[in-house]
């Protein structure tokens, strides 16, 4: 299991763990993907620490947060992100988000205003493979409920997620296991599918307000054999959504856990933004 210190605390009626590294003016907070918490960042935050305060935390549910009284949506995941944020005061702030993570820190920086996001293969609501997504999200849903069962045996688990060792250190996959991997952490999962998939009509109805700052969209240009079918379409609009917003936009040589696959990039995307403040500012 990863050693690294951490604290809690309360935020919206939830126990929010989280971890700190690194120094700077500029505060780096992460917001992992469904079925991901503050471990999915490893292999990133360590190439950040000379230039940037960094942040990796859990939900609420997942790992070593406190459970919600009641299933999360992605507006409460956002109103979480706003009171740790708030609660930590940083004086400059960069919003890094991964897929559903993208939805999370689109609508936590209406009230923020960051001063920078990183968008790492960000969950594209408009795109046309999200019309009639629900049925996806079922079958998706009763893959996690078998996999919840038979969490309970771990040598199956580490055959199901051997990926995940493959991408991630040793002591960050031992960790993923006895928490994401977990019963607990797979039944977070299955909400976190069912908010995006209410969350899909609700941003088509009230999208976020466009990002008052410097924003990089990263997109994965490969996709896993399940992904594969709808990649095309969901490049084009996250290339669609940075153009919207005058973003820039650039691929991954890698499929969607671009945080693990290429890290140098996403903290160099982190980093771009970090001097363009700092530049503007002299």
Avoid at 42 to 47: E, F, G, T
Avoid at 85 to 112: D, F, K, Y
Avoid at 132 to 146: E, F
């Amino acid at each position: 299991m990863r050693d690294v210190p951490g604290r809690r605390m309360m935020l919206n009626g939830n126990e929010i763990y989280f971890e700190e590294s690194g120094t700077g003016d500029t505060w780096v907070v992460f917001e992992s993907g469904t079925g991901a918490g503050r471990t999915h960042w490893d292999r990133v935050v360590p190439l950040l620490g000379d230039i940037a305060h960094t942040v990796a935390y859990d939900r609420a549910g997942r790992g070593r947060s406190g459970s919600p009284a009641e299933p999360q949506t992605i507006d409460d995941m956002a109103a979480t992100l706003v009171a740790l944020v708030q609660a930590l005061a940083p004086e400059r702030l960069i919003l890094v988000g991964h897929s559903m993570g993208g939805l999370i820190v689109r609508r936590a920086a209406e009230t923020l205003s960051p001063v920078g996001l990183v968008l790492v293969d960000p969950t594209a609501e408009s795109a046309p493979n999200y019309d009639n997504w629900a049925p996806t999200a079922k079958m998706t849903d009763r893959i996690l409920a078998v996999q919840q069962v038979l969490s309970h045996v771990p040598p199956l688990m580490r055959i199901l997620t051997a990926s995940y060792g493959r991408k991630f250190p040793a002591d960050t996959y031992t960790t993923m296991l006895a928490e994401d991997f977990a019963p607990a952490g797979l039944a977070t999962s299955r909400h976190e599918i069912a908010a995006v998939a209410a969350a899909i009509d609700e941003f088509r109805r009230r999208p976020p307000e466009p990002p008052k700052s410097g924003v990089i969209v990263i997109s994965a240009i490969h996709a896993a054999r399940y992904q594969a079918r709808n990649l095309d379409l969901m490049r084009e609009y996250q290339r669609r959504y940075a153009d919207q917003i005058g973003a820039h936009y650039e691929d991954a040589d890698s499929e969607h856990i671009i945080p693990a696959e290429q890290p140098e990039q996403v903290a160099a995307a982190v980093r771009r933004l970090v001097n363009a403040r700092t530049s503007q500012e002299q």
